[in-house]
């Protein structure tokens, strides 16, 4: 993903789980960092103010607008704080995602493991696996 395109998903992302009221501080303090830097980097210049504005209010929409006002002003030679600053976004929001945590599994000689969710599976063991063959042997 180039570099604009990870900027204004970052920001999207960060919008829509504050919007949706499941965002940590961790990530509302991140958006807002990345936030103020764009707005730092478009300061001056109208039509990029307004595209930001318009972002934060309806970031399903405005998407275009203000990538087309960052193409215009991002240079990577001094940019990069706003790359490094939306890719911890999305870290923290994919850690902290709908599914993060969810699982956790030790499957140490385990046979026909499924992880996930809605799975069905049929199995049929006849015999132990090997480790378990020499448990039963010893005792």
């Given at each position: 993903?180039?570099?604009?395109?990870?900027?204004?998903?970052?920001?999207?992302?960060?919008?829509?789980?504050?919007?949706?009221?499941?965002?940590?501080?961790?990530?509302?303090?991140?958006?807002?960092?990345?936030k103020?830097?764009?707005?730092?980097?478009?300061?001056?210049?109208?039509?990029g103010?307004?595209?930001?504005?318009?972002?934060?209010?309806?970031?399903?929409?405005?998407?275009?607008?203000?990538?087309?006002?960052?193409?215009?002003?991002?240079?990577?030679?001094?940019?990069?704080?706003?790359?490094?600053?939306?890719?911890?976004?999305?870290?923290?929001?994919?850690?902290?995602?709908?599914?993060?945590?969810?699982?956790?599994?030790?499957?140490?000689?385990?046979?026909?493991v499924?992880?996930?969710?809605?799975?069905?599976?049929?199995?049929?063991?006849?015999?132990?696996?090997?480790?378990?063959?020499?448990?039963?042997?010893?005792?």
């Open positions: 993903m180039d570099p604009v395109t990870l900027i204004v998903a970052a920001l999207a992302a960060g919008a829509g789980a504050g919007a949706k009221g499941v965002a940590s501080d961790a990530v509302k303090d991140s958006y807002g960092a990345l103020k830097l764009v707005g730092r980097r478009l300061a001056g210049r109208e039509s103010e307004v595209a930001l504005r318009g972002h934060e209010a309806t970031p399903e929409t405005a998407g275009d607008a203000l990538h087309a006002e960052l193409v215009e002003v991002y240079r990577p030679d001094r940019d990069q704080e706003l790359v490094v600053v939306a890719r911890r976004l999305m870290e923290l929001l994919v850690a902290e995602g709908p599914s993060a945590g969810k699982f956790q599994v030790a499957a140490e000689g385990a046979q026909g499924q992880i996930g969710d809605h799975n069905v599976q049929t199995n049929t063991f006849t015999t132990p696996p090997p480790s378990r063959q020499s448990d039963l042997q010893s005792s």
